[in-house]
């Protein structure tokens, strides 16, 4: 049995043993576009009722749109993709192979449930005992991008060993190149995980898709059991998915905010060792000495318990908060700073 895992957004914590209020803080410890997009205008009854098949469906048939699902798959609805985490000791027997460090739920849902767990690095580590691969693509938190012809490759070869690949593509939206969202389900080893919330601003929803063979979600559907997405969240997904002038929006106002960020970092002599354009991860010897730092002035990152010199660095929401980043780092560098 492991210990809870970090996680970003733990802002109460960090009230608690900083002070302020919530307003006073600004969280750039998730990778989460922090400019949600407009909600649509919901009818009354995605409220008051119980989600029906229609709106399932019709959420599925966005999705499609969306990430560019193969036409025989329908991507499935998901109560944000950690739920679907949580079932796949359930789902898959065998050895486990995950491409590490990455998010750290995958290994501990497995190691909870008695399951050994190989971290590999290289598409070449994997061996002929795995039957579960689990690749996060981009990668979180270093950005990691594994080509999208190789990880299809590695699909190919789990299959002829009886294996299946999941692809995690929770940041994904802005590298629709290493994407095989449209290969899920044409090669039927090969599971693809979509995360709504990041893109979208809306991490609240707990709202994500599973793009894989039939009888892989028919699984994952059981598993989650009836009504495990609501009606305001199938309801969000549905209008805002197909629309690819709101995602094309969206995406140059999220590259304006990694190119300000990305100008902070530099103008403090921070080393960037990796990200996607919804973080920047930032490699320093002082790196737990800097989240504490930037907790004083109410900035909050995400540090990483095995990886002591590393600081994950979320986008601002507007050029106020870049402002106060730069004031606070140029603190922490200048005299009287670590």
Not at 185 to 207: C, M, P
Not at 265 to 283: C, H, K, R, S, Y
Request: net charge negative; glycine share 10%.
């Amino acid at each position: 049995m492991t210990g809870t895992v970090e996680h970003g957004g733990a802002l109460a914590r960090a009230i608690a043993e900083y002070g302020g209020e919530p307003g006073d803080w600004i969280d750039l410890s998730t990778g989460i576009n922090p400019n949600p997009v407009p909600l649509p205008d919901l009818p009354v009854q995605f409220w008051s009722r119980l989600p029906d098949e229609d709106l399932f469906e019709q959420a599925s048939r966005a999705a499609a749109i969306g990430y560019g699902s193969a036409e025989n798959i329908r991507p499935l609805p998901v109560a944000g993709t950690q739920s679907v985490i949580q079932l796949l000791p359930q789902l898959f027997d065998g050895d486990i192979a995950i491409f590490g460090p990455t998010y750290e739920e995958y290994r501990s849902r497995f190691q909870r449930a008695g399951r050994a767990v190989d971290l590999v690095a290289r598409v070449e580590d994997i061996n002929d005992s795995h039957r579960l691969v689990i690749l996060v693509n981009p990668n979180n938190p270093d950005g990691r991008i594994v080509p999208r012809d190789e990880v299809l490759r590695l699909a190919d070869r789990l299959a002829e060993q009886g294996g299946f690949l999941v692809v995690d593509e929770a940041f994904a939206d802005l590298c629709p190149e290493c994407s095989v969202a449209g290969d899920a389900g044409r090669q039927s080893n090969l599971i693809v995980f979509r995360s709504f919330g990041k893109f979208f601003g809306l991490a609240g929803l707990r709202l994500g898709f599973v793009l894989a063979a039939p009888s892989i979600c028919g699984a994952i559907r059981d598993g989650q059991g009836p009504w495990a997405v609501s009606g305001p969240a199938l309801g969000i997904a549905g209008s805002v998915l197909p629309d690819r002038q709101l995602r094309n929006r969206i995406e140059d106002r999220i590259r304006r905010r990694h190119a300000a960020l990305h100008g902070v970092l530099e103008e403090a002599d921070l080393t960037i060792a990796g990200g996607t354009p919804l973080f920047m991860l930032v490699d320093d010897d002082r790196a737990t000495a800097l989240h504490s730092h930037l907790c004083r002035y109410r900035i909050l990152t995400r540090k990483f318990h095995y990886e002591p010199h590393w600081l994950r660095i979320g986008l601002c929401r507007d050029r106020d908060e870049e402002a106060r980043l730069r004031e606070a780092l140029a603190a922490f560098n200048g005299p009287g700073g670590e």
